[in-house]
């Protein structure tokens, strides 16, 4: 199965810095890689995702990139803020075949901690 | 309504109870899911509802049974629970097969197994 590593474990940046979170993947196959953020106490929200067919995207302050060569895909937060202080979960999932989904598979996630 | 409900939020049982968690989405998604995370640890996939087929992780102890009554419902049944399956069970939902889409998350319910 997929197996997803994701570093740091915690990253801490001054206010109005930019922030890296980078994650490996291990199955070829996948093809879809979101990335969530869980504030404390509260469910993982989604905060932009990315497909295989595609490099780079990117939202506002938010974008993530993908080497499906190299089998990697980061997370960057530019101008960061207060509120961006939460974990953050990337995660992979292979294609749909059409017999079922086999759910997304997780890293371990990276704690961001946003400096005043 | 771009919700998925879970009920209750907090549970608290022996190990020797039988309970049930449960899950509902008005969404019209076909694929829900159930997830157990442990504190500072990353959502483990449980069960998968996804084209009216109930896939199972293997390394999920038969105490942990899911149901589902009809599309929009996915009910996790609990009996015989050890304290180490205290945890956050988050129930999720997609319009399709997880890598058509966003995956929807519930608030969580958190067990605690005495």
């Known amino acids: 199965g997929e197996n997803v590593e994701q570093h740091p474990s915690t990253l801490s940046v001054q206010e109005g810095d930019s922030a890296v979170i980078k994650c490996t993947y291990s199955?070829?196959?996948?093809?879809?890689f979101p990335w969530y953020k869980q504030e404390l106490g509260k469910r993982p929200q989604l905060i932009i995702d990315?497909?295989?067919?595609?490099g780079e995207k990117k939202d506002q302050r938010i974008a993530v990139t993908l080497n499906k060569t190299a089998k990697h895909f980061s997370l960057h937060i530019t101008e960061t803020q207060p509120e961006d202080s939460a974990v953050y979960f990337c995660?992979?999932?292979?294609?749909?075949?059409?017999?079922?989904?086999?759910?997304?598979?997780f890293g371990k996630g990276t704690h961001l901690i946003i400096q005043p | 309504d771009t919700e998925v409900t879970q009920t209750p939020k907090h549970l608290v049982m022996g190990m020797t109870n039988k309970k049930s968690l449960k899950c509902e989405q008005h969404?019209?998604?076909?694929?829900m899911y159930w997830y157990k995370q442990k504190a500072k640890k990353p959502p483990e996939l449980m069960f998968v509802?996804?084209?009216?087929?109930?896939?199972i992780n293997e390394s999920v102890p038969s105490r942990f049974s899911p149901e589902c009554p009809n599309s929009s419902l996915l009910n996790l049944h609990l009996h015989a629970l050890q304290p180490e399956d205290s945890a956050l069970y988050l129930c999720?939902?997609?319009?399709?097969?997880?890598?058509?889409?966003?995956?929807?998350f519930g608030e969580g319910s958190r067990l605690t197994v005495l």
């Open positions: 509802y996804s084209y009216e087929k109930l896939s």
């Open positions: 969404m019209g998604h076909r694929a």
């Open positions: 995660a992979a999932s292979p294609k749909d075949t059409g017999g079922g989904a086999d759910g997304l598979t």
């Open positions: 999720a939902s997609s319009h399709r097969a997880v890598n058509t889409g966003e995956l929807f």
């Open positions: 990315i497909r295989s067919n595609v």
């Open positions: 199955d070829s196959a996948s093809n879809y």
